[in-house]
Antibody, heavy 120, light 106 residues
């Protein structure tokens, strides 16, 4: 059974770079059946999709964040990462990694989420 | 694609039938999923392809609709169903979510 776990700093200063990692256990991101995604949820707000990486290395980002976001995967294929540049307080949120089953099946596996606060 | 959920919140009693609607700003065929989220937890996939119940999800949950109008129905609300529900469109990227419907105890 695949499990996902986010990790990274809980506090980032404005204008700096947010970096998070999602560790995949019980499987790898080598399967072509899935997109490996990042999402976030602002305090008391709804969900925002950030982007995904495919096993081939192909990425797709939300246009609203595209200029600041990079999603990459480790060569071990057991973790993938999110980098968000030039953060502001508006980037304060709970960040989730999730697995999307290709073919319109939705996101069937989620990490527990990690809270990131942007503050000086 | 914008998704508008209604109501944004509702109060219901155990045993009630609950219906939540999700309207898309353009047609998305059946490319819609529903999630349940409890406080402090990650969302949990309930339904995909508008009406297909994910394995292991109780049969009191059901989804319907296509095009722009969708519904999630809980036939008999149980104590563990009090949560926030989100719809998500998977028709095109960027993927988007509805604003959520909070189901509270009456």
């Amino acid at each position: 059974q695949v499990r996902l776990q986010e990790s990274g700093p809980g506090l980032v200063k404005p204008s700096q770079t947010l970096s998070l990692t999602c560790t995949v256990s019980g499987g790898s991101i080598s399967s072509g059946d899935y997109y490996w995604s990042w999402l976030r949820q602002h305090p008391e707000k709804g969900l925002e999709w950030i982007g995904y990486i495919y096993y081939s290395g192909t990425t797709y980002y939300n246009p609203s964040l595209k200029s600041r976001v990079t999603i990459s995967a480790d060569t071990s294929k057991t973790l993938f990462s999110l980098t968000l540049n030039s953060v502001t307080v508006a980037d304060t949120a709970v960040y989730y990694c999730a697995r999307e089953l290709r073919g319109l099946y939705g996101m069937d596996v989620w990490g527990r989420g990690t809270t990131v606060t942007v503050s000086s | 694609i914008q998704l508008t959920q209604s109501p944004s919140s509702l109060s219901a009693s155990v045993g009630d039938r609950v219906t939540i609607t999700c309207r898309a700003s353009q047609g998305i065929s059946s490319s819609l999923a529903w999630y349940q989220q409890k406080p402090g937890k990650a969302p949990k996939l309930l339904i995909y392809a508008a009406s297909t119940l994910r394995s292991g999800v109780p049969s009191r949950f059901s989804g319907s609709g296509s095009g722009t109008d969708f519904t999630l129905t809980i036939s008999s609300l149980q104590p563990e169903d009090f949560a926030t529900y989100y719809c998500q469109q998977l028709n095109s990227y960027p993927l988007t979510f509805g604003g959520g419907t909070k189901v509270e105890i009456k």
